[in-house]
């Protein structure tokens, strides 16, 4: 109807849903993915956060841009005002746990890290079994928050209230995860803190 009435037609992403790898547990038909195609081939403009994501959504519309509107948000007083002087690490995206290999490597690392460091862990996102069992073995170190954060500044303020020094996300070297390192890297500078992936 809006390209009939000459509305322009955005389509925005971070996802290529058409190649979704089989751990993701998403299936898509035939019908679906051929709605999804002709969708972005329709919109006058796809927009997408990575440089990774454009070079595929190419292939649908050539016309796909990139914007990283990635303002820092908050002044570096403020930032260094909620840093802890503790080890603090966040784990975001924890819905990605189910398409990596290297898991148990993770969490035995943070056990390792709250046992010698005294490390206190923040989780962030989908709730996992594994990390159910350490926040249920270390209760005063370990938080798991299953809350959505549809604002991206709320997000970013919630991580330098909670002290946070340092972020950790899930991500493993392949396509479907090369579209997000690009924008947790800036969250994470956004607020001041060095992130691992």
Known sequence: ???HLGIPVIYETDDLMLELPPQSCCKLSETMKRAIRHMVGLADVVTCSTAALQAKLNDLNPNTRVIENYAVPFSLKEIQACRDTTPH????NTDYFKLADRKQELFDALREAILTLGYRVSFLGSVDEMMARLSSEFPSQVVIDASFTPWRKRF???????????AIVPLEDNVHHSFKSDIKF???ASVGIPGIF
């Open 89 to 92: 690490a966040v784990i975001v």
């Open 186 to 188: 800036m969250d994470f």
């Open 1 to 3: 109807t809006a390209k």
């Open 156 to 166: 970013l303020a919630g991580l330098m209230q909670r002290g946070i020094n340092v």
